[in-house]
């Protein structure tokens, strides 16, 4: 099946000066139809920075190497023109804080039917209806009067379905989802699950689903890709990364994972040291300063990527290829 997105050597600078150092490194994937990937890793981890490479919304001065194929057209070789009509037909992302998706100065209903400017086939009243529809399909309540509230009126829970009523209304190829249940309470955090969940299987295309959280990976995705200080560590399908996590840093993310710890503690676990930023990596492998598997190879050599079985791939020099 073609994928929907498909990177390949992809790398991200923060300016246009070739010689700063890159972000991101060298990070190919693929998400085809149907699939929720997740992407996980530490703050610093670069995959909110991979995400706005997949939505195309990096910053003005950021650089993109390597080659972003969206249903298999090479955006960089599209124009600003056509990359912005991509993102306004096909591409939707909800942001960890919808203030930042949502104007707080525009009444939410102005709002739905602005993001829907590109259906030219329906006017203003019908777009309208679709989007109070759409934000009963995502359970509010009142949507009529919702229509009619500003952000700012709206709990934290209630704007994030408003945001995702919003992605929902571009019946996306592609869904991205930054942490976007982060600033919501437990509770709160199950229902957008399951609505993104749902959206999933509303729309014919996939979702990306960015997070710190690996027991929501577990719950949500197919399949998973883990960054460390901006580079793929390992990838595959979850229930096989869950069972037998190859690279040290997936094992040290899941050991820090509150689900997975069978007698409840005041003191989670926490991975020793920080995320090296781009400027400062190590020689070797990157995540040799952290890792309590390291030798001495690891001090000196960057590790191959090599593939674990067919579909996996990981980044360590403890790892013989196996696919
Ligand atoms: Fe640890 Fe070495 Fe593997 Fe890097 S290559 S993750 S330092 S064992």
Request: glycine share 8%.
């Amino acid at each position: 099946m073609t994928a929907v997105l498909s990177l390949r050597d992809v790398g991200i600078r923060y300016s246009p000066d070739p010689r700063a150092p890159l972000a991101v490194r060298n990070v190919t994937l693929d998400v085809r139809q149907g699939e929720t990937l997740g992407l996980v890793g530490e703050s610093g981890s670069g995959k909110s920075s991979l995400a706005a490479a997949m939505a195309g919304l990096l910053p003005r001065q950021a650089t993109t190497v390597g080659q972003v194929q969206f249903d298999g057209q090479d955006m960089a070789a599209m124009d600003a023109r056509a990359q912005r009509r991509l993102r306004g037909a096909k591409i939707a992302t909800i942001a960890q804080d919808p203030f930042t998706s949502l104007n707080p100065v525009v009444r939410i209903g102005r709002q739905l039917v602005e993001f829907q400017h590109w259906r030219t086939d329906l006017n203003a009243t019908a777009r309208w209806r679709r989007a109070v529809e759409m934000l009963a399909r995502v359970g509010l309540s009142d949507p009529d009067i919702r229509m009619k509230q500003f952000p700012h009126q709206l709990s934290g829970g209630i704007r994030q379905r408003v945001a995702i009523a919003a992605a929902l209304l571009v019946n996306p190829r592609l869904l991205i989802a930054d942490e976007p249940t982060t600033a919501l309470d437990a509770t709160t955090e199950d229902q957008i699950i399951e609505l993104i969940r749902a959206a999933r299987a509303q729309i014919e295309g996939a979702v990306v689903f960015i997070t710190h959280d690996m027991g929501v990976v577990r719950r949500l995705c197919d399949k998973m890709a883990v960054l460390y200080a901006g580079e793929l560590v390992e990838a595959g399908p979850v229930d096989q990364v869950f069972a037998d996590p190859r690279h040290p840093y997936t094992r040290a993310l899941l050991a820090c994972d509150p689900a997975g710890i069978e007698e409840p503690s005041r003191n989670l676990p926490t991975i020793p040291g920080v995320v090296p930023p781009p400027g400062a990596l190590p020689p070797g492998c990157i995540f040799a300063p952290r890792c309590p598997a390291a030798r001495a190879v690891c001090q000196t050599e960057k590790p191959p990527r090599l593939p674990v079985a067919p579909g996996r791939a990981a980044a360590c020099h403890l790892i013989e290829a196996t696919a």
